[in-house]
């Protein structure tokens, strides 16, 4: 089975400054991997996934996230955030031939003016 | 196109009551998936379906939670009776295909509390 650890729980960050969030997970097949955002009051939304190919993959938004396997992180970064940046992000793991996701706990990013 | 919706958006309930959560997935979208976060832990796996069969229902938690999705369409998730411990948020998406590349669309979610 695969686990997945987000070592954050809370991120306070100001606008305009970068933002880097954590996410480790363990598994003993190869893996896909991927974020989710969820904004106030709405459902969770796919911001990028990692399936094969370039271990280096961006969001429409700015995100990005890089898939290190020595490591087993799939960190998701951000050069420079906005206000509308604020909500909670997971990171979620799965397998090939089982679709189900597994996510970690979530990390609450608040973006201050 | 019309997204995933999932109704009620909350749902106050007594212990021992039953509560009924809806999902209206995408349509065309034949695999539908519930999950459950309970107290800002992690959003947990209740179960797949195919159309109008359930592919995997590992994570139903026990009994008391019974998922239907009656002609391939929308689907329905009853738990009978509630327990303090199901409070929390359950979440339903929907995919075309089955592929990892497909992704995922979630709904809202319904908040569920038991009292």
């Known amino acids: 089975a695969q686990s997945v650890t987000q070592l954050d729980s809370q991120v306070p960050v100001f606008e305009e400054a970068p933002v880097e969030l954590r996410c480790n997970y363990s598994?003993?097949?190869?893996?896909?991997l991927f974020w989710y955002v969820q904004y106030p009051n709405q459902g969770l939304q796919l911001l990028l996934k990692y399936l094969s190919g370039s271990t280096l993959v961006e969001s429409i938004n700015g995100f990005e996230a890089e898939f290190n396997k020595s490591q087993t992180s799939f960190h998701l970064r951000k050069p420079s955030v906005h206000i509308s940046d604020t909500a909670e992000y997971f990171c979620?793991?799965?397998?090939?031939?089982?679709?189900?996701?597994?996510f970690g706990a979530g990390t609450t990013v608040t973006v201050r003016a | 196109e019309a997204g995933v919706t999932q109704f009620p958006s909350h749902s106050v309930i007594e212990k021992g009551q039953t509560v009924t959560l809806r999902c209206d997935p995408i349509s065309g979208h034949d695999n539908l998936y519930w999950y459950r976060r309970v107290m800002g832990k992690e959003i947990k796996f209740l179960l797949h379906?195919?159309?109008?069969?359930?592919?995997?229902e590992s994570g139903m938690p026990n009994n008391r939670f019974l998922a239907e999705r009656t002609g391939g369409t929308y689907s329905t998730l009853k738990v009978q009776p509630a327990e303090l411990e199901d409070s929390g948020v359950y979440f339903c998406a929907s995919s075309h295909g089955r592929g990892h590349g497909y992704g995922y669309t979630f709904g809202s979610g319904t908040r569920l509390t038991v009292v």
């Open positions: 598994s003993s097949v190869s893996v896909y």
């Open positions: 979620a793991v799965s397998v090939t031939n089982d679709y189900k996701l597994s």
């Open positions: 379906f195919v159309k109008e069969s359930k592919q995997d």
